[in-house]
């Protein structure tokens, strides 16, 4: 059983920086593309970058030049985000594609705030 436990969230200023990460537990034998979604309240889920099993990145125009998602080894994604600005406020999730299946992460809320 494969889990997906989402962690860095909290509350920033305005210009400031957080980092989220998106861990993977258990027997993983494919691994596919990984994707940070947000969602805020009243709002649609909507994609906010991604990453290959290949490397290769896409991101959303509303975070392109201050987010940046990156790997480390297999089993974790990071999701570095700069120049926060209150409309990134929302709950971030990771959804990753293991062994065939999709897998969603529990949430972690952003809030960027004065």
């Known amino acids: 059983q494969v889990q997906l436990v989402e962690s860095g969230g909290g509350l920033v200023q305005p210009g400031g920086s957080l980092r989220l990460s998106c861990a993977a537990s258990g027997t993983i034998f494919r691994i596919s593309t990984m994707t940070w979604y947000r969602q805020a309240p009243g709002k649609e889920r909507e994609l906010v970058a991604a990453v290959t099993s290949g490397g290769s990145t896409n991101y959303a125009d509303s975070v392109k030049g201050r987010f940046t998602i990156s790997r480390e080894e297999t089993r974790t994604v990071y999701l570095q985000m700069n120049s926060l600005k209150p409309e990134d406020t929302a709950v971030y999730y990771c959804?990753?594609?293991?062994?065939?299946?999709?897998?969603w992460g529990q949430g972690t809320q952003v809030t960027v705030s004065s």
């Open positions: 959804n990753w594609n293991i062994n065939y299946y999709d897998y």
